[in-house]
């Protein structure tokens, strides 16, 4: 039997729907999608007090053809909020987030935790609206509900404010026809043997495939070594301009990098949903060109009463204050950041605007490719150009080697009761950080010799 799950992963990949059904060991969630999916969770958990004193329809672990006995039952009973309401039309079955029943009519309410409509909601609305429809309810309307980007939190969270809902009927109507064919298309497929399907967009978008690392390790999805087109590896450099960029940088420099979570319900007074919030830094000081390079950093304590952002503030101004200039990789990541918490703390707001004044971006050079080589092409990433200038400096040997992993790890440490985990994980967290703020250091000692 489909899903509305399975139905919306048929629509972006018939084999991964494939994959699904017949080949279910052969996901390999990452740990970043699997907080993703918990999150998920925590907030359909939350949007149900949206509508308050509702009755779950289903009473085990997933929704089954007892939950959708169990919804017409509720439904004769007279229950006028149901949770997870179950439908089957088609030999497909749709458990609703939210049913609710205003002035004698129904509509449908689907969960989403993200900040606006996203054009694949459409067909998961759409499904459940055609199975809903199909086994004999009408329906008034159709919404998605997502979180209202504009809610500051303050004190304790206010569902009704925090979700917008947002009525998708018309969009949903205009793809109904679609959806039967839809659904034969994929229940004739899943008869069949593996679909071939090569690997492109699907993969990545809207969200990373789990089974992306099982085809990556196909033959059909391998490129041939004899056709592989060879990129040079020559540095292209223009020397005047790297020097006009070097000249600019005074004395003292400090590298600066921050590393931030993203709650998907606001964990702090003054925040938003999906807000970056600075959690860590690291900082490599240099008085002149020969003096010693001292390193500081920052990173916060797990506890939820305790808002990452005032310590990091406070410390960040007092280790930055002598500095001429404040270098940094990706300037607008971290002017955005500091100037998000010069709106949420004002009282900080005209020391911190100092910072962006001697702000100083050490990607510009390989931006504006006075720095490069072919295989570099249109990226610069300090990832890619960290081992283009400084092969011995690697970050491959790090347990936590990336933004998203060092996001994750720190969001997950709220609710881990492991101390000895907690320690080794920050560890990881300072070495990676460090890292960041090392690189920029070695990059432009590379462009000093130029």
Same mark, same amino acid.
């Given at each position: 039997m489909?899903?509305?799950s399975?139905?919306?992963?048929?629509?972006?990949?018939?084999k991964?729907?494939?994959l699904?059904?017949?080949?279910?060991e052969?996901?390999?969630v990452?740990?970043?999608?699997?907080?993703?999916?918990?999150?998920?969770i925590?907030?359909?958990?939350?949007?149900?007090?949206?509508?308050?004193?509702?009755?779950?329809?289903?009473e085990g672990?997933?929704?089954?053809r007892?939950s959708a006995?169990?919804t017409?039952?509720l439904?004769?009973?007279?229950?006028?909020?149901? $949770?997870?309401?179950?439908?089957?039309y088609?030999d497909t079955?749709?458990a609703?987030d939210l049913?609710?029943k !205003?002035?004698?009519?129904?509509?449908l309410?689907?969960?989403?935790?993200?900040?606006?409509?996203?054009?694949?909601?459409i067909?998961d609305?759409?499904?459940?609206y055609?199975?809903?429809?199909?086994?004999?309810?009408?329906?008034?309307?159709?919404?998605? @509900?997502? &979180?209202?980007?504009?809610y500051?939190?303050?004190?304790?969270?206010?569902?009704t404010?925090?979700?917008?809902?947002?009525?998708l009927?018309?969009?949903?109507?205009? /793809?109904?026809?679609?959806i039967?064919?839809?659904?034969?298309l994929f229940q004739?497929?899943?008869?069949?043997?593996?679909p071939?399907?090569l690997?492109?967009?699907?993969?990545?978008?809207?969200?990373e495939?789990?089974?992306?690392e099982?085809?990556?390790?196909?033959p059909?999805?391998?490129?041939?070594?004899?056709?592989?087109i060879?990129?040079?590896?020559?540095?292209? /450099?223009?020397?005047?301009?790297?020097?006009?960029?070097?000249?600019?940088?005074e004395?003292?420099?400090?590298?600066?990098?921050?590393?931030?979570?993203?709650?998907?319900?606001?964990?702090?007074?003054e925040? =938003?949903?999906?807000?970056q919030?600075?959690?860590?830094?690291?900082?490599?000081? !240099?008085?002149?060109?020969?003096?010693?390079i001292?390193?500081?950093d920052?990173?916060?304590?797990s506890?939820?009463?305790?808002?990452?952002?005032?310590?990091?503030?406070?410390?960040?101004?007092?280790?930055?204050?002598?500095a001429?200039t404040?270098l940094? $990789?990706?300037?607008? &990541?971290?002017?955005d =950041?500091?100037?998000? @918490?010069?709106?949420?703390f004002?009282?900080?707001?005209?020391?911190?605007?100092?910072?962006?004044? =001697?702000?100083?971006?050490?990607m510009?050079p390989?931006?504006k490719?006075?720095?490069t080589?072919?295989?570099?092409?249109?990226?610069?990433s300090?990832?890619l150009v960290l081992p283009?200038?400084?092969?011995?400096v690697? $970050?491959?040997?790090?347990?936590i080697?990336?933004g998203?992993?060092?996001s994750?790890?720190?969001?997950?440490?709220y609710?881990?009761?492991d101390?000895?985990l907690?320690?080794?994980? =920050?560890?990881?967290?300072?070495? $990676?950080?460090?890292l960041d703020t090392l690189?920029?250091?070695?990059?432009?000692?590379v462009?000093?010799?130029?």
């Amino acid at each position: 039997m489909l899903s509305k799950s399975k139905f919306t992963r048929g629509i972006n990949c018939q084999k991964s729907l494939w994959l699904y059904v017949h080949n279910f060991e052969a996901r390999a969630v990452s740990e970043a999608t699997a907080s993703l999916f918990g999150t998920g969770i925590n907030v359909g958990d939350l949007a149900r007090e949206y509508f308050p004193n509702g009755v779950m329809a289903v009473e085990g672990d997933y929704p089954n053809r007892q939950s959708a006995q169990r919804t017409q039952e509720l439904i004769a009973q007279g229950v006028e909020t149901i $949770y997870e309401a179950t439908f089957i039309y088609n030999d497909t079955l749709v458990a609703v987030d939210l049913m609710h029943k !205003q002035n004698g009519r129904w509509s449908l309410y689907e969960v989403k935790s993200t900040n606006s409509v996203k054009p694949q909601h459409i067909k998961d609305v759409a499904v459940q609206y055609y199975v809903v429809q199909g086994s004999g309810l009408e329906l008034e309307d159709a919404y998605l @509900m997502h &979180f209202d980007r504009e809610y500051v939190k303050r004190g304790a969270i206010v569902p009704t404010q925090l979700f917008k809902a947002e009525s998708l009927l018309e969009q949903v109507l205009a /793809v109904q026809s679609t959806i039967a064919v839809n659904i034969e298309l994929f229940q004739n497929m899943l008869l069949g043997d593996e679909p071939e399907v090569l690997m492109g967009i699907q993969c990545k978008k809207p969200y990373e495939c789990d089974f992306c690392e099982y085809c990556s390790c196909l033959p059909c999805n391998q490129k041939e070594n004899a056709e592989a087109i060879e990129l040079s590896t020559e540095h292209q /450099v223009q020397p005047s301009k790297i020097q006009d960029f070097v000249q600019g940088l005074e004395y003292p420099i400090c590298h600066l990098d921050f590393e931030t979570i993203m709650p998907a319900v606001p964990m702090f007074d003054e925040s =938003r949903p999906y807000q970056q919030i600075p959690f860590q830094y690291s900082l490599h000081t !240099q008085q002149h060109p020969d003096s010693e390079i001292i390193h500081s950093d920052y990173l916060a304590e797990s506890n939820p009463d305790i808002d990452p952002r005032l310590d990091l503030i406070t410390q960040m101004i007092a280790e930055t204050a002598e500095a001429k200039t404040v270098l940094v $990789y990706n300037l607008r &990541f971290e002017r955005d =950041r500091i100037q998000e @918490m010069m709106r949420d703390f004002p009282l900080y707001a005209a020391t911190l605007q100092t910072i962006i004044d =001697r702000m100083k971006d050490l990607m510009h050079p390989f931006q504006k490719k006075h720095y490069t080589t072919e295989a570099l092409g249109r990226k610069y990433s300090i990832k890619l150009v960290l081992p283009m200038l400084c092969p011995d400096v690697s $970050y491959n040997e790090l347990e936590i080697n990336n933004g998203m992993d060092a996001s994750s790890k720190f969001l997950n440490l709220y609710y881990c009761p492991d101390e000895t985990l907690i320690a080794e994980t =920050r560890h990881h967290l300072l070495k $990676y950080c460090h890292l960041d703020t090392l690189a920029m250091v070695k990059i432009l000692e590379v462009l000093q010799g130029v």
